[in-house]
């Protein structure tokens, strides 16, 4: 049997495909790690603590509930 360009070259296209797709799942693996990487700098556990201390503390240090404006403004400030 002899083989023809056309077969020879579709095995070869098959394997260059399923190449292409595991090197897409490698790089989107990667920026995944990057992120959470990124993520993990803004220690979110720790800023959650933070806001969850700070709205009683606010309400203590006012004598009952300080304005929204001003709760909020902390808040975002404390996430930022």
Request: hydrophobic share 50%; charged share 15%.
């Amino acid at each position: 049997m002899v083989s023809t360009p056309s077969t020879l070259a579709r095995p070869l296209a098959v394997q260059a495909e399923g190449a292409d797709q595991s090197l897409a799942r490698a790089r989107s693996e990667a920026v995944l790690r990057r992120v959470g990487a990124y993520v993990a700098l803004t220690k979110p556990r720790i800023i959650e603590l933070l806001l969850v201390t700070t709205v009683p503390a606010m309400v203590v240090a006012a004598g009952g509930w300080p304005s929204w404006g001003l709760v909020v403004a902390t808040l975002v400030g404390g996430t930022l």
